[in-house]
């Protein structure tokens, strides 16, 4: 699918729908929408393929890493360790701005993990993939948390918290790759025609 640049206000009417705490966020509309990503592969730092632990083509996951059957629960564990053995992060406390450390945070409902955030590289706020719709800016964790029943269809709480050294993300090439993208979006928001107030 190609590319689709929403304005703020559709973006807005359907996002308020899906994750209702937004409707009470100061957030905005960093990206198009893109079907090619979700918010596992843009945690990764990755924009060209939908990451989930499930065997089946349609979906990414790291070789060697455990793989469950299409639409089975899969727990935030499974998340941690590709996290934590390809990309270098470690679980932390706290999501408070570190300097020199990049952060994650992995949302779970009550039967399986749901959504992950990335922090904005200086600390202003996270970064998340609404599915396979825009990449947003929200200044909290909260802003995207919802309710735990795996019915609600939200992305519950936040599960875990993990980090790792800028230096880590730069031998693994990943600061690069979240550069480029931020650098592609910016392009898009300076020079194609869409309405982003």
Not at 48 to 65: A, E, I, M, Q, S
Not at 71 to 78: G, I, K, M, Q, R
Not at 103 to 127: C, D, P, S
Not at 134 to 161: K, M, N, W
Request: proline letters at 6%.
């Amino acid at each position: 699918m190609a590319l689709v640049f929403r304005s703020a206000s559709e973006a807005r009417d359907q996002l308020h729908q899906e994750v209702p705490s937004l409707a009470l966020a100061n957030w905005r509309v960093k990206s198009p929408l893109d079907t090619n990503y979700q918010c596992i592969a843009w945690a990764a730092c990755r924009t060209d393929r939908v990451w989930w632990p499930w065997d089946d083509p349609r979906f990414y996951w790291p070789p060697g890493f455990a793989k469950f059957p299409l639409y089975a629960p899969v727990p935030v564990d499974s998340f941690v360790e590709v996290f934590e053995k390809k990309f270098g992060y470690r679980l932390c406390g706290s999501p408070s701005f570190e300097f020199g450390y990049q952060k994650v945070a992995i949302y779970e409902n009550a039967r399986e993990a749901t959504h992950m955030a990335r922090q904005h590289f200086l600390g202003w706020g996270w970064l998340s993939k609404l599915g396979q719709e825009e990449d947003i800016f929200h200044p909290q964790l909260t802003d995207v948390a919802g309710d735990v029943a795996s019915t609600a269809g939200q992305y519950g709480q936040v599960a875990r918290i993990m980090r790792r050294s800028w230096w880590a993300a730069l031998i693994r090439l990943c600061l690069f790759r979240c550069w480029w993208a931020a650098l592609k979006f910016w392009f898009y928001r300076r020079v194609i025609p869409w309405d982003l107030t």
